[in-house]
């Protein structure tokens, strides 16, 4: 396994699971922050903006179809990422209020909460288990 995909496992997965817990603790506020982003164009515009290009950093870096299931989980985040960024620079205004509704975003909060906390989980314990060859 490379030491671009240890490092980005280990980044993502600490990322993905301190980010979880906050939601987790902080479900009242991170609906909160949800709506007012989705219904404040210019800064979802520029949360795109900066997630692309975080996501095609990803890509760009670490385009790893193969060599076990970690290496394809990172690729994933990092196209999954490139792909929702770009739904939400190309999403008009109104629509984008409308998306969560259609998620229940709510109402299955602790759905997508738990989301990025097993991913975390997964991506933290195969990145800092794993060793170089």
Known sequence: MSALTRFL????????????LSMVTHKHA?????????????VMH????FTL??????????????????????????WLTSIRSLV???LTPGTAGDFLGVLHYE?????????PL???VYLTYGGFRSTSR
């Open 9 to 20: 496992a280990r980044l993502l997965g600490l990322y993905c699971l301190l980010v979880g």
């Open 30 to 42: 991170t609906v909160e922050t949800v709506t007012a982003l989705v219904h404040n164009p210019p």
């Open 46 to 49: 520029l949360v795109a903006v």
């Open 53 to 78: 290009v975080a996501g095609l950093a990803m890509v760009l870096g670490h385009n790893v179809w193969s060599g076990g299931m970690l290496p394809v989980v990172v690729t994933l985040v990092g």
């Open 88 to 90: 939400l620079l190309f």
């Open 107 to 115: 109402q299955l909060f602790y759905l997508y909460a738990a989301i």
């Open 118 to 120: 097993v991913l975390g």
